[in-house]
């Protein structure tokens, strides 16, 4: 757990560049303060860490690891998707915020739990695909991870969006 840190650390990265883009979005929104590039690197930075994350917390045998890391990487393709309509919500967050709409921002939460529901669902489907290929307790462990690393990049994230005024 103790990369879970590092984790962090990338999460931070990822959320200053937005909290930045939020205040850059008030003062001149014509100007993008970060690339789509400068984004897409820090995700895939922060999917490496928390798959280091992962191999260091789990301690499968070889035999485990070479069923367990195809699963892995197939549900990891499955939650960057709902993260690309979670980064395209804060997106559009960020383009309207200031100037926020009652209807834009009934969208939004409509979205927002959409989002939630769709992001529990996918947990679900997976558990047993992860049991075909670990025991009970190793499948317990892995959602634990997974999910506290993202509720703490959650809350970093969380904290440096600005609130509906």
């Not at 939630?116 to 892995?142: S, Y």
């Not at 690393?149 to 969006?161: C, D, K, P, T």
Request: hydrophobic share 45%; aromatic share 8%.
């Amino acid at each position: 757990m103790k990369k879970l840190a590092i984790a962090l650390v990338m999460g931070t990265s990822l959320l200053l560049i937005q909290g930045a883009a939020f205040a850059q979005k008030s003062e001149t929104p014509a100007e993008p303060t970060v690339s789509e590039q400068d984004i897409q690197l820090l995700r895939s930075d922060i999917r490496s860490t928390k798959k280091q994350i992962i191999a260091e917390n789990m301690k499968l045998t070889d035999a485990q690891a070479a069923k367990f890391w195809p699963v892995y990487d197939a549900y990891t393709q499955e939650t960057t998707k709902l993260g690309d309509a979670s980064y395209a919500l804060v997106k559009e967050y960020a383009h309207s915020y200031v100037n926020m709409t009652d209807a834009e921002a009934d969208s939004l939460v409509k979205k927002m739990a959409t989002l939630d529901v769709q992001t529990a669902t996918l947990r679900e489907q997976w558990i047993p695909k992860f049991r075909n290929v670990l025991t009970g307790k190793q499948t317990a462990l892995f959602f634990q991870l997974d999910r506290r690393i993202n509720l703490l990049l959650n809350v970093q994230f969380a904290a440096n969006i600005p609130i509906v005024e």
